[in-house]
C-alpha cells in the first residue's frame, strides 16, 4: 500500500497539533511540509504521523508530533536567531528549528544517533543550517551564546549551567519533573519561568533522578 504523506501530513497538522492550541503560522507550515517520515526508520514510517512516540534506538524515542508543535510555538524561534539543541535524536526537530531559525548547533550523546541523524537531514536537504557535534550537551562548555536553547528530553530540574548559555532576552525550553506528572516551562535569561503544560516524557541519557530507596 502506498502511502499519501502529504496528506496524512495534512491530517496530522489539522487534527492533532492544530486542536492542541498550537496556531503559530510558521510552525504549523513547517510541520505541514517537512517529511516526517524521512526521519525515522524504514520500518515505523506508516506510524511516522501518528500521536505516538517512536523508538529511535539506544533507548530514545522520537516526540509525539503535538509535543513537538507545542515545544517549537513555545521557543518562538526568529530568522535571526541561533539555537542550541540538548539531544539531537532522529534530526527532526533539528530540521524544523533550522526551517525557522539562521542556525541550530544540536548536541547528540549517542554516536550512531548523531551519524543517522545527519544521514537523515542531508538526505531530506534540510541540514545546510544544522550542526550535529557528538557531546554530553548536559555538561558540555563554550564561550558561546545563543538566542535559544530546545531540551529535548526530561529533566529533574533545569541544568543552571545551561543558562549562561543564553545571550540576553533569550529563552531555555525544557520539560522538568518526576514521571508520570511534569510540565513544560519555559525559562527566560534572567531566571523568570513560565510554566506551558503538563505531560510525560522519558529523560534525557544522565538526566533521570536517582533511585529512591524505600525501607
Known amino acids: 500500500m502506498t502511502i499519501d504523506y502529504s496528506h496524512v ?3 496530522m497538522v489539522e487534527q492533532q497539533i492544530r486542536p492542541w492550541d498550537v496556531l503559530e503560522v510558521r510552525v504549523l507550515d513547517v510541520l ?16 511516522a504521523y501518528a500521536d505516538i ?6 533507548g530514545q524515542k522520537m516526540m509525539k508530533p503535538v509535543i513537538e508543535g507545542r515545544t517549537l510555538q513555545a521557543l518562538d524561534l526568529q530568522p535571526t536567531d541561533e539555537v542550541l539543541e540538548i539531544g539531537t535524536g ?39 543550517n544544522v550542526r550535529i557535534e557528538v557531546a ?23 541544568p543552571v549551567e ?15 519533573g518526576v514521571s508520570p506528572v ?21 529523560y534525557l541519557q544522565g538526566a533521570a533522578p536517582a533511585p529512591q530507596f524505600q525501607l
Not at 512516540?53 to 539506544?58: A, D, K
Not at 532522529?90 to 541550530?104: H, K, N
Open 32 to 47: 505541514a511540509r517537512l517529511p516526517r517520515e524521512a526521519f525515522v526508520a524504514e520500518s515505523h514510517r506508516a506510524l
Open 9 to 11: 501530513r495534512e491530517m
Open 53 to 58: 512516540e517512536l523508538p529511535l534506538g539506544h
Open 182 to 202: 511534569m510540565e513544560a516551562v519555559l525559562v527566560q535569561a534572567d531566571g523568570s519561568i513560565a510554566s506551558l503544560f503538563e505531560t510525560d516524557l522519558d
Open 136 to 158: 554530553d550537551g548536559l555538561n558540555w562548555q563554550s564561550q558561546r551564546q545563543f538566542d535559544a536553547i530546545c531540551i529535548t528530553g526530561a529533566v529533574e530540574t533545569v
Open 90 to 128: 532522529s534530526g527532526f526537530l533539528s530540521a524544523c528549528m533550522g526551517q525557522l531559525a539562521r542556525e541550530v548547533l544540536s548536541l547528540e550523546i549517542q554516536p550512531e544517533l548523531a551519524e543517522r541523524a545527519r544521514q537523515n537531514l542531508d538526505a531530506a536537504k534540510l541540514g545546510s
Open 162 to 176: 545551561l543558562l549562561k548559555l543564553l545571550r540576553s532576552g533569550g529563552r531555555l525550553f525544557a520539560i522538568r
